[in-house]
Nanobody, 124 residues
Framework: QVQLVESGGGLVQAGGSLRLSCAAS????????IGWFRQAPGKEREFVAA????????DYVDSVKARFTISRDNAKNTVYLQMNSLKPEDTAVYYC?????????????????WGQGTQVTVSS
């Protein structure tokens, strides 16, 4: 079992940057694939990015490619989402999620553990 806590959200102007962190508890963090998802008001939760257990594999939704970078530090039990060139349409609550022995752009139900989310607001 793993517990996840997101941080780093906030209000930023369009074109700005934020770095989100997802801190995990537990000694087996490196066995979990991690995904970032987001949910805007009135919309369904959607996949943003994912990273493999070792960090060697990453995947992104097309709308954030070349702007967002996912990374992880297994020694610190933390996954990061560096978000650059932010746009108003990136405004959402961002969640990290963990899946044992798997990762990638998978259905939400495939990720078993979820954090509480962190709000990102991008003003125009």
């Amino acid at each position: 079992q793993v517990q996840l806590v997101e941080s780093g959200g906030g209000l930023v102007q369009a074109g700005g940057s934020l770095r989100l962190s997802c801190a995990a508890s537990g000694r087996t963090f490196s066995t979990y694939g991690i995904g970032w998802f987001r949910q805007a008001p009135g919309k369904e939760r959607e996949f943003v990015a994912a990273i493999s257990r070792s960090g060697g594999g990453t995947d992104y939704v097309d709308s954030v490619k070349a702007r967002f970078t996912i990374s992880r530090d297994n020694a610190k039990n933390t996954v990061y989402l560096q978000m650059n060139s932010l746009k108003p349409e990136d405004t959402a609550v961002y969640y990290c999620a963990a899946r044992l022995m798997g990762w990638g752009n998978l259905p939400i139900s495939e990720y078993r553990y979820w954090g509480q989310g962190t709000q990102v607001t991008v003003s125009s």
